[in-house]
């Protein structure tokens, strides 16, 4: 997997210590190789991809993959059942949106399959029908709407709430959690 650049005068990235602001973090790379597909679909369909596109188009490819689904499980495996689990009012009105969340995931994840095909095929033989273009433009413009939608409630509404929420011995351990999940084996 291709790794995200670092650009001059970028803010300094959260660790496992901090796992709300990498979940966060995590959300800025989804939106960049997101952005990457919505560029590369995009291109003139009589053209070859470049090699820049093509790498966009592998990177963006092996991101969602191989990274993406660690975050889901960052946050449906650990974040979500312990704000399940609070009484505090803030994340119980937060919860409300939890169930929307997962379904933005499972419907995320179907959308994911079709680019990956596609984008693979268009990889591997250096061209998509028009069909094939259309189909792979109207699933990513699909992925940006629930991206959109789905981000913002996140970073504007349930990490804040999950911030104030959780106790540190909480944090803690979903910060080991997600740090297990990336762990070579």
């Not at 952005?35 to 188009?57: G, H, K, N, Q, W």
């Not at 490819?61 to 889901?72: E, G, Q, R, V």
């Not at 919860?95 to 990889?123: K, N, P």
Request: hydrophobic share 40%; glycine share 6%.
């Amino acid at each position: 997997m291709k790794k995200v650049p670092i650009r001059i005068g970028q803010k300094p990235g959260h660790g496992f210590e901090s796992p709300l602001g990498l979940l966060s973090d995590c959300h800025r790379r989804i939106e960049q190789f997101l952005e990457a597909l919505i560029t590369v679909a995009r291109r003139p369909s009589a053209r070859a991809l470049s090699p820049s596109d093509r790498a966009a188009l592998e990177g963006a490819l092996d991101y969602f993959a191989n990274a993406a689904p660690k975050h889901t499980a960052d946050e449906e495996d650990s974040l979500f059942p312990r704000l399940r689990a609070s009484a505090d009012p803030d994340i119980r009105r937060a919860l409300a949106v939890v169930d929307t969340l997962e379904r933005d995931h499972r419907e995320a994840d179907q959308h994911h399959r079709i680019v990956d095909a596609l984008g693979r095929r268009w990889l591997a033989a250096g061209s998509l029908t028009a069909d094939e273009r259309h189909e792979l433009g109207n699933h990513v413009q699909v992925l940006q709407a629930i991206y959109l939608r789905h981000i913002a409630i996140e970073d504007r509404d349930l990490f804040p709430a999950a911030g104030r929420a959780l106790g540190e011995a909480d944090l803690r351990e979903i910060g080991r959690e997600m740090a297990a999940r990336r762990v070579r084996r």
